[in-house]
């Protein structure tokens, strides 16, 4: 089955659906990947209540 025939799928799925969709995937990510994804760096986020 091709991506172009999952991604309707996965939009039909309910949330119940979604979150046990998205632990299989994280299972299948080596945790080695893991660190690289969330090892990026922070980027600062400007508000208007910080604002001078």
């Known amino acids: ?3 172009a025939e999952l991604i309707p799928l996965v939009n039909d ?21 893991l660190r690289v994804v969330f090892s990026a760096s922070a980027y600062p986020v400007g508000s208007p209540y910080d604002a001078t």
């Open 13 to 33: 799925l309910n949330q119940s659906g979604e979150l046990t969709l998205f632990k299989l995937l994280a299972a299948q990510v080596p945790d080695a990947k």
């Open 1 to 3: 089955m091709s991506l």
